[in-house]
C-alpha cells in the first residue's frame, strides 16, 4: 500500500494532522546494525547516491518488484527515508506484533490503512506531512508490485504529492530484488542486486497540482526515468489488483476505460 496508488483528484485540502514523527532511535538502531549486514551479505551494486540531496524533501519514486524493495531503500539511500505500509504491521499484539512493530519502525515505515476512499486521502495526507518535515518519502508510482516483471503505468499520486510540497523526485532503479524474495517466498534469498538512483527531476515546470494535465505529465516524466534505470519492459497499463469476485470483476470492466 501506497500513497502512489491513488490518483488524487478528490483529494479535499482541509487541515490535515501535524506533522510527521521523523524517525528516531529505534530507526538509526536498526540501520546501524542492518545496513552492514545487508551490504556484507548481499553486496548491492549502489550507483547514484550523489544524486541525493543531504537536505530537504525529496521523493523517491522506484519500481516496485519484491517486498524486500522497502528495505533496500532505506538502506542503500545516503539519508533516513520513510516510506507508507499497511497499518496491520504495527498493530499485532504479544511478541509477534512487537517484532513487527520494531522492524518495520526500524526500516523508517509509517502505517496507514489500506482502501479508497478516506484511507486514500489518508495516505496521501501521510505522504504530504512526511515530506514538509524536510524528509526523504519513499514511493511506488505503479501502485504495488510487479509480478511479471514490466514496468506499469504510474499513478498521479506521485506527482501530486511532489507538486503540493514542492518536492524534487530522484528516480530510483531497482534490478534484481525480486529475485532475493519472489512472490510468495517467505525467507529471502542470497542474491545480489543492483539499485540506481538517478538524477534529480523538478516536476514543477509541468503545472500545478489541482491541474490533471500537469500531474499526468509529471508522473509520465517521473517513469521514463525510471524505464532509463532499470531497462523493463513497458507494460502501458496500469498495474491493477485481480478481482476476487464476480462483482469486483464487473465493475471492473465498467469503470476500466474511464483510467486514463
Not at 534490478?175 to 527531476?201: C, D, H, W
Amino acid at each position: 500500500m501506497t500513497a502512489a496508488s491513488v490518483d488524487p483528484d478528490f483529494v479535499d485540502e482541509a487541515a490535515a494532522p501535524g506533522p510527521a514523527k521523523r524517525p528516531g532511535f529505534v530507526y538509526f538502531l536498526g540501520y546501524g546494525i542492518m545496513a552492514p549486514i545487508a551490504r556484507l551479505v548481499f553486496r548491492p551494486h549502489i550507483t547514484g547516491r550523489e544524486n541525493i540531496p543531504e537536505t530537504g524533501r525529496v521523493i523517491l519514486a522506484s519500481n516496485h518488484l519484491s517486498f524486500i524493495d522497502s528495505l533496500v531503500i532505506p538502506l542503500t539511500a545516503p539519508r533516513p527515508v520513510q516510506f507508507l505500509a499497511k497499518s496491520t504491521y504495527f498493530t499485532g499484539t504479544g511478541f509477534r506484533g512487537w517484532i513487527s512493530r520494531t522492524f518495520f519502525t526500524a526500516i523508517g515505515a509509517v502505517g496507514v490503512e489500506r482502501g479508497a476512499g478516506q484511507a486514500a486521502q489518508d495516505a496521501l495526507d501521510a505522504g504530504r506531512r512526511i515530506l514538509e518535515s524536510d524528509s526523504a518519502f519513499a514511493i511506488y508510482p505503479e501502485g504495488t508490485r510487479s509480478l511479471d516483471g514490466r514496468l506499469y503505468r504510474g499513478r498521479t499520486g506521485v506527482a501530486w504529492l511532489a507538486l503540493t510540497t514542492n518536492s524534487v523526485v530522484v528516480p530510483v532503479g531497482l534490478i534484481g530484488t525480486q529475485e532475493i524474495q519472489p512472490v510468495g517466498a517467505r525467507l529471502p534469498r542470497i542474491r545480489r542486486v543492483t539499485v540506481k538512483f538517478g538524477e534529480p527531476i523538478d516536476v514543477s515546470r509541468h503545472g500545478t497540482a489541482d491541474s490533471g494535465r500537469a500531474r499526468r505529465r509529471a508522473t509520465d516524466e517521473i517513469m521514463a526515468a525510471i524505464h532509463d534505470l532499470t531497462g523493463q519492459e513497458l507494460a502501458n497499463e496500469y498495474n491493477e489488483t485481480p478481482p476476487s469476485g464476480v462483482v469486483q470483476r464487473v465493475a471492473q470492466a465498467i469503470l476500466r476505460p474511464e483510467r486514463r
